[in-house]
């Protein structure tokens, strides 16, 4: 159930709704502590009564705290108010990429530069050893400083623990949109997937690598449809 402008999360007031994704609801808030802004992003009670889902929720806290990178949209705290969860983190104003594509391709001297600061905020990422698992137009926010990298909801440390977790066939998944990785399920947006993530092979390296964030980029730059293309044999 969505919150009323007025619902106090620890220190945090709410106060509008900004949208949802596939690890929960977002909102404008404020910080009455420190009389600032922030986007306050809320686990749905029904995950949350999940102990799995909560601890796939600590886990993108973890990660994404572990980040310091302009272009990236900083986590600043993380809480829980009763049964509610919740992560802080900084208020990004603009568009998205989806939003401005959706006007028309972009030129080419804006592609490579919203292109090259989001590969730099990935090369960071992927540094710290977390991989975002669902880079689309949609969580890049275009801003009067440059582009932000948003939403490391499906994002998880590359580590083993993580890795055993592998995506199985495609038939087998039951959901697009559940925030878990398990057993027969590929994690992410279909339109966007490296080839790699669609038919479920193992890495070789860290999960879901650099590679497989290329292929998105590149298949989106400049407005390109985002149908992706057939496999030839």
Known sequence: MALAAGTRLGPYEIVAPLGAGGMG???RAKDTRLGRDVAVKVLPSHLSASAEVRARFEREARAVSSLNHPHICTLHDVGREGDTDYLVMELVDGETLAERLARGALPL????????????????????GVVHRDLKPGNVMLTKTGAKLLDFGLAAAARPADAASSAGALTNMPTMTSPLTTNGMIIGTLAYMAPEQLEGRRPTRA???????????????????????????
């Open 25 to 27: 609801e977002v909102y």
């Open 109 to 128: 001297a804006d592609v490579l530069r919203i292109g090259g600061q989001i590969a730099d905020a990935l090369n960071r990422a992927h540094r710290a």
């Open 207 to 233: 999960p879901t690598s650099g590679r497989s964030a290329a292929f998105s980029m590149r298949w989106r730059r400049a407005g390109a449809r985002s149908k992706a293309p057939a496999r030839r044999a």
